[in-house]
């Protein structure tokens, strides 16, 4: 079981989809991606309400891809 760091677009409240998935960066660095990444955006992308955000993801999820029978 490993931890994968997201990041994660969103308009008001509304998830759009995820942008980014990696278990190769430490969670630090990831945070600092979403906080740059928010920083870069315009006004007026800012007043559409967007916006990224970080999540944490679990391996153990259900979506793990199963083998060949």
């Known amino acids: 079981m490993g931890?994968?760091?997201e990041i994660?677009?969103?308009q008001h409240?509304?998830?759009q989809y995820?942008?980014?998935r990696t278990n190769?960066?430490?969670e630090i660095k990831v945070k600092n991606d979403v906080e740059r990444m928010n920083s870069m955006?315009?006004?007026s992308i800012k007043t559409m309400g967007i916006r990224y955000?970080?999540?944490i993801s679990d391996t153990a999820d259900p979506l793990k891809k199963r083998g060949r029978k």
Do not use: G, M, P, T
Request: no cysteine; hydrophobic share 50%; aromatic share 24%.
């Open 3 to 5: 931890i994968i760091f």
């Open 8 to 10: 994660h677009k969103y």
């Open 13 to 15: 409240e509304d998830f």
């Open 18 to 20: 995820v942008v980014a």
């Open 24 to 26: 190769k960066y430490s």
């Open 41 to 43: 955006l315009n006004e």
């Open 53 to 55: 955000v970080f999540a």
